[in-house]
């Protein structure tokens, strides 16, 4: 079975930066999509950006210009670079990924992270 596991979550002042980690592993998978989602109490759980394998990359208007998504496919990792951090981007931070699984036979997967927490402070 595919897993993911976070990190780099934390406490930063407004205007800092922080980047998040997210790795997977569990045997023979495709990561066709990795992405950072992420969640406050009593809200939706929201897209913050998500990269395919072939490249492509999608963002959510707010952190545009702040928020950078990049993969490093030879450790199965996918990172979010987060600068100029803002109160409203205080939320738990979940991991995702999407692909297929060798169980004998190739399955289709999603997968989350566990969360992590990220706090901006004024």
């Known amino acids: 079975q595919v897993q993911l596991v976070e990190s780099g979550g934390g406490l930063v002042q407004a205007g800092g930066s922080l980047t998040l980690s997210c790795a997977a592993s569990?045997?023979?998978?495709?990561?066709?999509?990795m992405g950072w989602y992420r969640q406050t109490p009593g809200k939706q759980r929201e897209l913050v950006a998500r990269?395919?394998?072939?490249?492509?990359?999608e963002y959510a208007d707010s952190v545009k210009g702040r928020f950078t998504i990049s993969r490093d496919n030879a450790k199965n990792t996918v990172y979010l670079q987060m600068n100029s951090l803002k109160p409203e981007d205080t939320a738990v931070y979940y991991c995702?990924?999407?692909?297929?699984?060798?169980?004998?036979?190739?399955?289709?997967?999603?997968?989350w992270g566990q969360g992590t927490q990220v706090t901006v402070s004024s």
């Open positions: 995702y990924a999407k692909g297929l699984y060798s169980d004998l036979i190739y399955r289709t997967y999603e997968r």
């Open positions: 569990g045997g023979a998978f495709t990561l066709d999509v």
């Open positions: 990269s395919t394998d072939s490249g492509s990359t």
